[in-house]
């Protein structure tokens, strides 16, 4: 009499694994509606309402997602796919939750149909080891050292943001800012830190045609005594300090009990002598700016400016950073340890301007620098907001093409040709995960389709059209232009992306397509709010009408 029961447990818990499924399926696909149409460059624009009651205008998928509050598991893992894709690569946030998505939505048919989800999976990975291997096929080589080519692929990848109509200005100071903190690694490979090395400072205010790339650095300070100490040097000898330049305070309360009234001059006097020692040992070195991370008392300052030296204080770390690698100074942490070789000498020009209502430290004209500034202007605090993060898109895309210099297709061309030659693949594929497979491959188009859904052209008609042209893996470099919404190739338009980018979507969309499919139940660690007295409360498992009725976006 057992054996009925046993097959209606097993069924009932397909049956809440199909439902869990389910909801993790309309979720994900409610995360990439939302963004669907910020994909190509004739895209809408979202306006998002911050925590702080700001107001951000963009299309960048990240930038939207970031400020979502979403209840839903399977729609908080869909956004941080888009956070990991910005990591990693900097651009294509749109377009891994989009092909994520539409990998999703096509296993829902055969999740109804009680294909088991791991072989679903399998089948999703065969397909991206074989879109990988379409990719490596069709990428094409460029120099990086011909500008020209870099100038013309950096264009194309952010030619869908807004700042596209501004022409080559963002892609210039892109390319200016990568190429001159670039490091040789040796054996052909260089290593470009975007975050550690570029900093952008944002000045509202001028013309966005004023931003510009700095050969160094610059900072929001000014020099510690302005009416005493030069606010303009020329080739400046640099001494970068992480240690106070005044007497140490206690460590907590510290009480000293004097008797005479001598002792409490002895005890001034050896505050003095200790701040004059620190000074003549940094003096010795005849510098002309000493820059601090910490405080810098009255009497340094005094010693300092009695010298001509000028001094700036309590500035930041990531700063100090920049400005021994702009410089070729060495960050000191105490003024005795202090060499000849640790002196800055690579500056051309330390210079305080005012802009607006603050100071500004400039220190330029660098002989060999490995960091730099990027000076964003413009009229208002909003626009250079959504530059910035045009310019991050940029950086990333000139990063990728230094590390790896490969370039794909655009325009949907590249899922395309990975659509069409995995079509022709299944064919081959023996057994149940052919039919997966092939929906893998049909769940590539979505790209192409969305971006002639934003063009405002005949989806049906476009697709069709491209789908011929694609239906025996040729003409790999046919796609849409996105502004016009007209079948074209790919490489008279000049409608690049990195290789990299590529690659790095698929990973991420495939990969987090298998991950949700694994999941059959969603067990809830929270714990309620319990009545006074009674126990710990028990993590619950949600039932599938739970999954269902939650509430998956906010209002």
């Known amino acids: 009499m057992q054996a009925p029961v046993l097959v209606l447990s097993d069924s009932l818990k397909r049956e809440s694994g199909r439902k869990v499924h389910h909801g993790n399926i309309q979720a994900s696909k409610a995360v990439a509606d939302i963004i669907r149409t910020t994909l190509g460059p004739r895209s809408m624009l979202k306006m998002l309402l911050d925590a702080g009651g700001g107001i951000v205008v963009t299309n960048d998928g990240n930038a939207i997602l970031r400020e979502l509050d979403v209840a839903h598991p399977a729609a908080k893992s869909m956004i941080e796919l888009s956070r990991t894709q910005d990591e990693e690569v900097g651009d294509g946030t749109t377009s891994v939750i989009v092909l994520a998505g539409e990998m999703l939505h096509v296993a829902e048919a055969f999740i109804e149909k009680n294909y088991h989800p791991t072989v679903i999976c399998r089948a999703y990975i065969k397909a991206l080891e074989d879109s990988i291997a379409v990719l490596d096929k069709i990428a094409m080589s460029i120099d990086i050292n011909d500008r020209s080519s870099v100038l013309g692929l950096v264009k194309s990848c952010i030619g869908t943001k807004f700042t596209s109509q501004f022409g080559d200005l963002i892609a210039d100071l892109a390319i200016d800012a990568t190429t001159t903190v670039g490091v040789d690694l040796g054996q052909g490979?260089?290593?470009?830190?975007?975050?550690?090395?570029?900093?952008?400072?944002?000045?509202?205010?001028?013309?966005?045609?004023?931003?510009?790339?700095?050969?160094?650095?610059?900072?929001?300070?000014?020099?510690?005594?302005?009416?005493?100490?030069?606010?303009?040097?020329?080739?400046?000898?640099?001494?970068?300090?992480?240690?106070?330049?005044?007497?140490?305070?206690?460590?907590?309360?510290?009480?000293?009990?004097?008797?005479?009234?001598?002792?409490?001059?002895?005890?001034?006097?050896?505050?003095?002598?200790?701040?004059?020692?620190?000074?003549?040992?940094?003096?010795?070195?005849?510098?002309?700016?000493?820059?601090?991370?910490?405080?810098?008392?009255?009497?340094?300052?005094?010693?300092?400016?009695?010298?001509?030296?000028?001094?700036?204080?309590?500035?930041?770390?990531?700063?100090?950073?920049?400005?021994?690698?702009?410089?070729?100074?060495?960050?000191?942490?105490?003024?005795?340890?202090?060499?000849?070789?640790?002196?800055?000498?690579?500056?051309?020009?330390?210079?305080?301007?005012?802009?607006?209502?603050?100071?500004?430290?400039?220190?330029?004209?660098?002989?060999?620098?490995?960091?730099?500034?990027?000076?964003?202007?413009?009229?208002?605090?909003?626009?250079?907001?959504?530059?910035?993060?045009?310019?991050?898109?940029?950086?990333?895309?000139?990063?990728?093409?230094?590390?790896?210099?490969?370039?794909?297709?655009?325009?949907?061309?590249?899922?395309?040709?990975?659509?069409?030659?995995?079509?022709?693949?299944?064919?081959?594929?023996?057994?149940?995960?052919?039919?997966?497979?092939?929906?893998?491959?049909?769940?590539?188009?979505?790209?192409?389709?969305?971006?002639?859904?934003?063009?405002?052209?005949?989806?049906?008609?476009?697709?069709?059209?491209?789908?011929?042209?694609?239906?025996?893996?040729?003409?790999?470099?046919?796609?849409?232009?996105?502004?016009?919404?007209?079948?074209?190739?790919?490489?008279?338009?000049?409608?690049?992306?990195?290789?990299?980018?590529?690659?790095?979507?698929f990973k991420t969309a495939i990969e987090a397509a298998c991950m949700l499919l694994r999941i059959d139940d969603i067990v809830s660690g929270i714990k309620k709010k319990q009545a006074t007295g009674s126990g710990p409360s028990k993590p619950t498992i949600e039932t599938e009408g739970d999954a269902d009725n939650e509430q998956i976006l906010p209002d």
């Not at 050969?215 to 005493?228: L, S």
């Not at 010795?284 to 700016?289: R, S, V």
Request: hydrophobic letters at 40%.
């Open 189 to 505: 490979l260089r290593e470009v830190d975007i975050k550690k090395y570029i900093k952008i400072e944002k000045v509202p205010g001028g013309q966005f045609e004023d931003s510009e790339v700095l050969k160094g650095v610059m900072f929001n300070k000014d020099v510690v005594a302005p009416g005493k100490m030069k606010r303009k040097i020329v080739n400046p000898r640099i001494i970068l300090l992480d240690c106070p330049l005044e007497y140490k305070k206690g460590e907590n309360q510290t009480n000293a009990e004097l008797v005479r009234e001598e002792d409490w001059e002895v005890l001034l006097k050896l505050e003095e002598e200790y701040i004059e020692n620190i000074c003549v040992q940094i003096l010795k070195f005849k510098p002309d700016l000493v820059i601090t991370e910490k405080g810098l008392s009255d009497l340094a300052c005094h010693y300092f400016s009695k010298a001509g030296v000028s001094a700036i204080r309590r500035l930041r770390k990531t700063d100090n950073n920049r400005i021994a690698k702009a410089c070729g100074a060495v960050i000191v942490n105490r003024p005795d340890e202090l060499q000849e070789s640790d002196i800055g000498t690579g500056a051309g020009l330390f210079e305080v301007k005012k802009i607006g209502d603050d100071f500004f430290s400039f220190i330029v004209e660098c002989k060999e620098p490995k960091a730099c500034t990027v000076l964003l202007r413009g009229p208002s605090k909003d626009f250079i907001n959504e530059v910035e993060r045009n310019l991050q898109d940029a950086m990333s895309v000139a990063r990728n093409i230094i590390k790896n210099p490969k370039l794909v297709p655009g325009g949907g061309a590249t899922e395309l040709t990975v659509s069409a030659t995995l079509k022709q693949k299944s064919a081959t594929i023996e057994g149940i995960e052919k039919w997966p497979y092939e929906a893998a491959a049909i769940a590539f188009e979505a790209i192409p389709r969305t971006l002639a859904q934003n063009c405002g052209v005949n989806v049906i008609r476009t697709m069709t059209a491209l789908q011929g042209k694609h239906a025996n893996g040729e003409n790999a470099w046919t796609g849409i232009d996105g502004n016009s919404g007209l079948i074209a190739d790919m490489k008279e338009c000049k409608i690049w992306d990195s290789y990299n980018v590529k690659a790095q979507t």
